[in-house]
């Protein structure tokens, strides 16, 4: 077995993993906030809560359609846990990261499009203020997007080669 590629040799592992540990910290103060109780959540996350409301009027945080509950609970469920994997499996460059990258850039494509095509189907919303929304969601889109492009690529280069061998073998 060989020894993994230091990670700074692999750029885009860099960034991701970057990115990993900058959405950890905003999925636990910003986003999944409401699931904390009240009597546990800090006040400085209330402040930043009310500043983020005041600031873009996100109505998808004053006042959520049911299916925005369920990505909250997705992402507590499902973002939580894969980017703490991530975070430990980019450095180590384990085989598994295009596997588990590609299914959570999927579905964070998915949701975070969602999102975007409800504030911008906002008919009493200026364009500024759908542009602004737009600067905080669409870089996560574009992630997502490029992270899902690249590990669909690593996957179907991984499978191409492995069933190059797998020919090879029935023919000999």
């Known amino acids: 077995m060989t020894s993994p590629r230091p990670i700074l040799s692999r750029k885009r592992d860099l960034v991701y993993l970057t990115y990993f540990l900058v959405h950890v910290v905003v999925m636990f103060v910003g986003d999944l906030a409401p699931l904390y109780p ?5 006040q400085f996350m209330n402040d930043l809560r009310h500043w983020y409301i005041e600031t873009y009027q996100d109505r998808l945080f004053t006042s959520p359609p049911v299916w925005f509950s369920v990505y909250m609970y997705m992402e507590a469920l499902y973002h939580v846990p894969v980017s703490f994997w991530a975070i430990r ?3 180590k460059d384990d085989p598994k990261v295009p596997l588990h990258l590609l299914v959570y850039a999927c579905q964070t ?3 975070t499009l969602t999102c975007i095509a409800e504030f911008w189907g906002w008919s009493d919303y200026s364009n500024e203020q759908k542009l602004a929304l737009s600067g905080l ?3 996560y889109l574009a ?3 490029i992270m899902g492009a690249d590990m669909f690529a690593r996957l179907s280069k991984r499978l191409s080669t492995g069933s190059d061998t797998t020919q090879a073998k029935k023919f000999q």
Do not use: H, K, N
Not at 38 to 42: A, H, K, L, V, W
């Open 137 to 139: 969601y669409v870089p």
């Open 109 to 111: 494509a998915l949701t």
């Open 38 to 42: 009240d009597s546990i959540r800090p």
């Open 89 to 91: 499996a980019l450095p």
């Open 143 to 145: 992630v997502s997007v």
